[in-house]
């Protein structure tokens, strides 16, 4: 019987990101997935700078930035094209290393994850195999899955076992989670059309037009392709509204049959859910298994993104033996992600109230007032909840990515390591773990970072998130005192 050191099960965005991820620190992978390839129709269209930088890491940023479209931002409107609320974009490289946000196709996505997953030879993948049984029998998990091309079942063991798996989960189902629900159920209809040619009157803007009567969001995605999402009414039946004719009807005000062909239709029920519990023993979850939540902010395959930047490390330091309590370092996986999920979630269902409201104009202005009586918006970063760091403000922010002196980002130099960036005049006669590196504000812009952060000094973790701020020598290296080994090493560090 082969044995694993991580089954994943669910081979979507969030399982092959993990997968590759899981692969980069040594460890042996097994990827279990019913379907026998991606799905070929777009899903989700949006990702942020934070997102890419995990691209970065595991080497397709490159590639898949040339796939994306420019977002420059998101526009509200009333029924009669006026300007509620202004969500701008910023354009150009930012704190992350990379531009604020990106549009794609995620046939686009799944493609480059799947094609560079050949270079992992520590992941194996199976798709078309359906797991079935899972057993957590307290020192490994045993699962079973039927081969499906073969009509065989087979049996596999791991360390770890962790749901990718989708709002549907079965992992969620053997962990037995209850989820909380925030209030949020609806059903819109989404369209995907390919353009016969371009059509600019539509423009590059994302836009929300605040019709009581019928909520509706027009995306631009790359290329020819375009999206709309429109509510559908309580007495509308979710397969008529879908059918072409009615489609078009609905679609009207842009477009006409003659300037685009359908590419997709589908009536979704939008929610908005956390899982109780993200773990049981050797049980985890990750993703849509965990969470699920409304559109408006774009944010639901990017929150699974983060589960698995949050996870992985600490899923090869628990593997490799390097850590005294596993456990407990894999708790702080959902006491960290659970609140920041939480949190994307919440607005987005606020975002939702404030859209489908009969008086939108006034409820924007007083949920999101700017200084000239109008609305405004911006995106929001919260931090991840208590886990690893101190118990300061600081603690669980998302670092930027400092530029190299010779232009290389720093991800690229020290990928995966715990990170010291420092003001150089603190990190002088500076003592390291002989595996903790160190960027300065001689070596780098780092200078730019650290005034964001409001400290000289600060500790990052494998996924860049801070372990606290320091402003003198004694509170660097108190900060030192939390960090961790190595997740790609295979040996204990040593004190330089």
């Known amino acids: 019987m082969d044995h ?11 399982g092959a990101t993990l997968a590759h991820l899981l692969g980069q620190c040594g460890l042996k992978t097994l990827v279990l997935e019913r379907e026998g390839a991606h799905y070929h129709l777009p899903r989700a269209v949006h990702f942020d700078a934070e997102v890419m930088r995990v691209f970065q890491w595991i080497g397709i940023a490159d590639q898949m930035e040339p796939k994306t ?3 420059p931002g998101m526009r509200f409107v009333d029924g009669q094209g006026n300007l509620l609320l202004d969500w701008p974009r910023p354009q150009g490289e930012g704190p992350q290393g990379w531009r604020a946000n990106f549009r794609f196709h995620q046939p686009d996505l799944e493609e480059v994850l799947r094609a560079h997953m050949s270079q992992r030879p520590e992941v194996t993948v199976r798709t078309r195999c359906e797991v079935f049984h899972i057993e957590d029998q307290g020192d490994q998990v045993a699962l079973r899955f039927e081969d499906m091309s073969r009509g065989k079942v087979e049996h596999v063991t791991a360390k770890y076992v962790v749901g990718c798996d989708g709002a549907r989960s079965l992992v969620r189902r053997y962990i037995e989670s209850d989820m909380e629900d925030y209030g949020f159920h609806e059903r819109w209809l989404v369209v995907d059309v390919i353009l016969h040619q371009d059509k600019p009157d539509l423009g590059d803007h994302s836009i929300q037009y605040c019709v009581p009567e019928r909520p509706a969001t027009y995306v631009r995605t790359p290329g020819l392709r375009r999206r709309w999402e429109i509510t559908v009414l309580p007495d509308e039946d979710s397969f008529d509204i ?3 004719d009615r489609v078009w009807e609905l679609l009207s005000d842009w477009l006409t049959p003659d300037e685009a062909e359908l590419e ?7 929610h908005s859910l956390v899982a109780n519990d993200w773990r049981k023993g050797r049980l985890i979850l990750a993703g849509d298994a965990c969470h699920q939540t409304p559109p ?3 944010q639901g395959m ?5 589960d698995v930047a949050n996870l992985y490390w600490k899923l090869a330091l628990a593997c490799k033996g390097l850590v005294a309590d596993p456990d407990q370092l894999l708790d702080t996986y959902e006491s960290e992600r659970k609140p920041n999920a939480a949190e994307y979630i919440k607005t987005a269902v606020r975002l939702g109230g404030l859209i489908n409201t009969a008086g939108t104009e006034e409820a924007l202005r007083a949920a999101l007032p700017a200084g000239d009586g109008s609305a405004r918006m911006e995106s929001i970063a919260p931090p991840i909840g208590p886990g690893l760091g101190d118990d300061t403000e600081q603690a ?7 530029r190299m002196a010779d232009g290389q980002r720093m991800d690229d130099v020290y990928p995966h390591q715990f990170v010291v960036v420092a003001d150089a005049t603190l990190a002088e006669g500076l003592t390291l773990p002989n595996h903790v590196a160190l960027v300065t504000t001689e070596q780098s812009n780092a200078a730019d970072h650290l005034a964001r952060f409001g400290a000289k000094a600060t500790v990052l973790r494998p996924d860049r998130h801070t372990l606290g701020g320091a402003d003198t020598a004694e509170e660097l290296q108190a900060l030192l005192l939390r960090v961790l080994p190595n997740p790609i090493t295979t040996q204990q560090p040593e004190m330089a």
Do not use: E, N, S, W
């Not at 694993?4 to 969030?14: E, K, S």
């Not at 997709?264 to 939008?270: C, D, G, I, L």
């Open 4 to 14: 694993y050191d991580v089954a994943i099960v669910g081979y979507g965005p969030a």
């Open 69 to 71: 479209a420019i977002h």
């Open 242 to 244: 879908a059918k072409p």
């Open 264 to 270: 997709r239709t589908a009536v979704y029920t939008f």
């Open 296 to 298: 408006f902010m774009g």
């Open 302 to 306: 990017c929150a699974g993104t983060r």
């Open 396 to 402: 669980g922010r998302l670092f930027g990515q400092p």
